[in-house]
């Protein structure tokens, strides 16, 4: 399976990093074109800044196949900035004017709605279906999610507020895992990206010709 990160702003750094950790001998894909994205079999979504990104993306011609791979249920993890571009809904703050999105989770979220960069913290995020010890969540000017809609599954928590969401492939997270050190959560990713390919083309091998 070929793993892509999105890479024209942002943590792409750390992502590749993380990866490539997370899968020795693995050789992650820098997605920056249509074809690197044609290439990619799922695809990590770094934090950065949100309205720089989908610009970026729609002039990388990007956005539209990008779009349309997240309708079909395109494996996607999506960080902070990057789950901003997810959302079904934004709303107001006042950071400014708030970037288009994809519509590919069903949740309502709020840009930078922890504060400034000062008010950036660590604390830890119980997960769904993680074994081990809490995991050690990075928040930076973090998105806050307002409303989960019936479309999305919340899987992720401090507390009993929710920072990750999840529709099928398609996974939302207010934090950072590729500055926590802890790569739990890129392999879990991973393992269900992979196991939903190997379903798929198990259907498809199974579907008679014609």
């Not at 990075?138 to 990750?164: D, K, M, Y």
């Not at 498809?204 to 010709?209: E, L, W």
Request: glycine share 12%; net charge positive.
């Amino acid at each position: 399976m070929k793993v892509g990160v999105l890479a024209l702003q942002g943590d792409v750094p750390e992502h590749l990093r993380a990866l490539a950790q997370a899968v020795p001998g693995s050789s992650p894909i820098a997605v920056r074109r249509p074809d690197d994205l044609a290439a990619a079999d799922a695809l990590f979504l770094p934090g950065g800044e949100s309205t720089t990104i989908a610009r970026l993306l729609q002039e990388a011609r990007l956005w539209e196949p990008l779009g349309a791979r997240l309708r079909d249920g395109f494996p996607v993890l999506a960080t902070c900035a990057g789950f901003i571009l997810l959302a079904t809904a934004l709303s107001p703050g006042a950071s400014g004017i708030d970037p288009p999105t994809f519509g590919a989770l069903d949740v309502t979220v709020r840009r930078n709605d922890y504060g400034a960069q000062r008010e950036s913290f660590e604390g830890p995020v119980r997960i769904e279906g993680l074994a081990g010890p809490a995991y050690p969540g990075v928040f930076i000017r973090a998105p806050r999610i307002l409303a989960v809609g019936p479309r999305a599954t919340s899987f992720a928590w401090v507390g009993h507020e929710v920072v990750g969401v999840r529709r099928g492939a398609i996974w939302g997270l207010t934090f950072h895992p590729e500055l926590s050190g802890d790569l739990r959560l890129h392999r879990m990713f991973l393992a269900a990206a992979s196991r939903g390919a190997s379903a798929r083309a198990a259907t498809t091998r199974a579907r008679p010709p014609g």
